[in-house]
């Protein structure tokens, strides 16, 4: 069975990416803006984006505000109960499974390397960094 929640996105960074430690693992977090549409029905989107442990590491160290960036990864959907007005809120955001430079060889070299890293996926933080190859 093929894997419907996949999705493969080209932005630019809207803030510098932010790194924070969740148990023995860490996420990095950031902001992309895309394109949507064409001519006088373009539109520009904002989604929010994380990323773990080697492919977070991957995006703190070469990507900064501006910086346009490859995103493979899926669709996360996370809901909650906001603590002031007691209402579910939710929110959807791009689990960056793998991430990579995008633009000219002279943008990849600034950046201190080239490709793509796969990462360990946000669904499963248990996997230790050897579980995984790429």
């Not at 990507?63 to 809901?79: A, C, N, P």
């Not at 995008?102 to 793509?116: H, M």
């Amino acid at each position: 069975m093929s894997n419907l929640n996949s999705v493969n996105l080209i932005g630019r960074l809207t803030r510098t990416p932010e790194t924070k430690i969740i148990g023995t693992n860490n996420v990095c977090e950031f902001s992309v803006a895309f394109d949507i549409g064409f001519g006088d029905k373009k539109k520009t989107a904002f989604i929010e984006c994380s990323a773990w442990n080697k492919s977070g590491d991957f995006v703190q160290a070469n990507f900064d505000k501006g910086k346009e960036i490859l995103i493979q990864g899926r669709i996360d959907y996370q809901s909650w109960e906001d603590k002031d007005t007691k209402k579910m809120r939710s929110k959807i955001t791009i689990a960056a499974d793998r991430v990579g430079f995008v633009g000219s060889n002279k943008d990849k070299q600034e950046g201190g390397s080239s490709g793509a890293v796969s990462g360990q996926p946000q669904g499963n933080p248990n996997l230790n960094d050897e579980d995984i190859h790429f």
